[in-house]
């Protein structure tokens, strides 16, 4: 059933779009059947959950953290980790780069935008980003590289204003990437589209979508 879902998610999906399988609160054995399927790419969204799931299972996965993180728990997940999605501080991307460092590695990251109308969602504002990525003290962080972007649209069915939150989600990339990235191939990634709406973040431009419910049930 699992491997059903994920081969049909496969399928409607174009091959330069990243599937993460997002797999919080699900056990072992559903990932096990996800990653017999060939599935590499698990998103996790809290630091304690990621790391026991890395200790039980291949270390040819890529463990995405997609979840909002806290300063003093990157450590745990430095050695490993694949990519962040969810950076949307420069405190935070400091102290990547200070674990990343200690690790002898450097830790890829995504810049959280805050692109839906809720209050609650974490993320940036496009001003926001664009003042740490200009600032010198970015520019000391050896250890940290920013691949893309990253966003949740808001948790409606009207699709004309989540079609518009991803727009306006890849005008921000677009932007800082003809400000500051436009010579460096790494910044690509807009990670954005989730179980009810990746195919219209596809449409939109998504290189990543993060797709859990669809592929290992309800939660
Ligand atoms: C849980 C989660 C997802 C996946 O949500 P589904 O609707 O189950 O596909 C994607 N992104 C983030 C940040 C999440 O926390």
Redesign the pocket.
């Known amino acids: 059933m699992i491997s059903e879902n994920l081969k049909n998610i496969q399928a409607s999906i174009p091959s330069h779009v990243t599937l ?1 399988a ?1 797999s ?1 609160t699900k056990p072992v054995e559903s990932l096990m059947e996800v990653y017999d399927a060939r599935q590499r790419v698990f ?1 996790e ?1 809290k630091v304690q959950e990621m790391c026991d799931k890395y200790d039980e299972m291949p270390k040819d996965i890529h463990w995405h953290l ?2 909002h993180l806290q300063t003093n728990k990157v450590k745990y997940i430095a050695p490993f980790v694949a990519l962040i ?2 950076v949307d501080s420069f405190k935070l991307l400091e102290e990547i780069n200070k674990q990343a460092l200690k690790n002898n590695r450097v830790i890829d990251c995504l810049l959280q935008f805050h692109i839906a109308q809720e209050e609650t969602k974490f993320g940036l504002s496009e001003n926001e980003a664009s003042e740490l990525i200009a600032s010198n003290e970015f520019k000391l962080l050896k250890n940290v590289r920013i691949v893309g972007v ?1 966003g ?1 649209a808001s948790f409606t069915e009207d699709n004309e204003t989540v079609r518009n939150e991803f727009q306006s989600l890849k005008k921000i990339f677009t932007n800082l990437k003809n400000k500051f990235f436009s010579k460096e191939d790494c910044f690509k990634e807009i990670s954005m589209g ?3 709406d ?1 195919l219209l973040a596809i449409e939109e431009g998504s290189t990543m979508v ?7 049930g ?2």
Request: aromatic content about 8%.
């Open positions: 993460v997002v919080k998103g969204n997609i979840g999605h969810s990253m949740m989730m179980s009810g990746y993060r797709v859990g419910s669809s592929i290992f309800t939660r």
